[in-house]
């Protein structure tokens, strides 16, 4: 597929069918990696790749760079279809060439790899994945060693658009139970901000170049998503499911009377939307480092 036809939403859907993507994911990622500062014929290090989305569309923009993704999930993770099922089919694809997959964690990885092994790296979506901050300025400085240029995407924990409040506040409430759960597996482990992300990457030597921030199109189901895994009910007693699973794994009172109260400003929020279908993600950064 001609790298430009990417660029016509007609197009965009015909590929993301091709390749097993959702149109909408397509759009944004596009969208991300149009603030990337990447050229074709980079050596590009994805770190976090998870299901690979954004791989394979890193392998469609930039058809003369090889593509390495890694991400330290077990390749039975996921569903309905997991890591490993996902990077098969990936590879079984006319872009599978130019795209290498590894179960690693990213500073292991790291401490294999040549300096100037690699042009860029991305972190696409995956800051919240890791286990703690200190995981994450480790990476940092990982790849400050071995990489020239940077680029981080992730939620802004801001929303410019009506309806994007109650995503903001769905992934604040998820955030606050995982972070009480020292073993948790769950997509918002340690949620960070575009500021935080910024400081820790400072701290460790990268000098920013660029940052945006945009409002993602209202088709993206990220939003939808999170405020549906928080709002399912146990159909046995019409419990919360999130409430029983933090009370499950949180011993303290008081947070739960604090998740309790945060589970409920995410409803009036989603109300305010008009309800979940309705409900827009929050806008995403995008941070460029050397």
Same mark, same amino acid.
């Given at each position: 597929?001609?790298?430009?036809?990417?660029?016509?939403?007609?197009?965009?859907?015909?590929?993301?069918?091709?390749?097993?993507?959702?149109?909408?994911?397509?759009?944004?990622?596009?969208?991300?990696?149009?603030?990337?500062?990447?050229?074709?014929?980079?050596?590009?290090?994805?770190?976090?790749?998870?299901?690979?989305?954004?791989?394979?569309?890193?392998?469609?923009?930039?058809?003369?760079?090889?593509?390495?993704?890694?991400?330290?999930?077990?390749?039975?993770?996921?569903?309905? $279809?997991? =890591?490993?099922?996902?990077?098969? !089919?990936?590879?079984?694809?006319?872009?599978?060439? +130019?795209? %290498?997959?590894?179960? *690693?964690?990213?500073?292991?990885?790291?401490?294999?790899?040549?300096?100037?092994?690699?042009?860029?790296?991305?972190?696409?979506?995956?800051?919240?994945?890791?286990?703690?901050?200190?995981?994450?300025?480790?990476?940092? $400085?990982? =790849?400050?060693?071995?990489?020239? !240029?940077?680029?981080?995407?992730?939620?802004?924990? +801001?929303? %410019?658009?009506?309806? *994007?409040?109650?995503?903001?506040?769905?992934?604040?409430?998820?955030?606050?139970?995982?972070?009480?759960?020292?073993?948790?597996?769950?997509?918002?482990?340690?949620?960070?901000?575009?500021?935080?992300?910024?400081?820790?990457?400072?701290?460790?030597?990268?000098?920013?170049?660029?940052?945006?921030?945009?409002?993602?199109?209202?088709?993206?189901?990220?939003?939808?998503?999170?405020?549906?895994?928080?709002?399912?009910?146990?159909?046995?007693?019409?419990?919360?499911?999130?409430?029983?699973?933090?009370?499950?794994?949180?011993?303290?009172?008081?947070?739960?009377?604090?998740?309790?109260?945060?589970?409920?400003?995410?409803?009036?929020?989603?109300?305010?939307?008009?309800?979940?279908?309705?409900?827009?993600?929050?806008?995403?950064?995008?941070?460029?480092?050397?």
């Amino acid at each position: 597929m001609d790298t430009l036809q990417l660029h016509d939403s007609t197009n965009r859907a015909v590929v993301a069918e091709r390749y097993g993507l959702l149109p909408s994911q397509t759009t944004h990622r596009i969208a991300i990696l149009g603030h990337s500062g990447i050229h074709t014929g980079d050596k590009i290090l994805e770190i976090g790749c998870g299901q690979g989305d954004c791989t394979t569309v890193l392998a469609l923009l930039y058809p003369n760079s090889h593509i390495t993704a890694i991400d330290p999930a077990p390749l039975d993770y996921g569903a309905p $279809e997991t =890591l490993g099922q996902a990077h098969e !089919r990936i590879k079984s694809y006319d872009v599978g060439n +130019n795209i %290498s997959f590894y179960q *690693a964690s990213p500073v292991e990885y790291l401490q294999k790899v040549e300096r100037g092994e690699y042009d860029v790296a991305v972190l696409c979506h995956c800051i919240w994945y890791f286990g703690s901050e200190v995981e994450v300025k480790r990476t940092l $400085e990982a =790849l400050r060693r071995k990489v020239n !240029r940077l680029c981080i995407a992730e939620w802004s924990l +801001n929303s %410019s658009t009506a309806g *994007a409040q109650a995503h903001v506040l769905a992934a604040l409430t998820r955030a606050t139970c995982e972070t009480h759960i020292p073993d948790s597996d769950q997509n918002i482990r340690t949620l960070i901000s575009p500021a935080a992300i910024k400081r820790l990457a400072t701290k460790v030597g990268w000098d920013l170049q660029s940052e945006k921030v945009f409002c993602p199109g209202k088709e993206l189901e990220d939003a939808r998503w999170e405020i549906d895994m928080l709002l399912q009910v146990d159909t046995t007693n019409g419990e919360s499911q999130f409430l029983q699973r933090a009370r499950r794994n949180v011993k303290e009172e008081r947070i739960i009377t604090v998740l309790e109260s945060m589970l409920e400003s995410v409803k009036a929020a989603t109300s305010m939307a008009n309800g979940k279908d309705c409900a827009r993600c929050m806008d995403v950064w995008v941070g460029t480092f050397a």
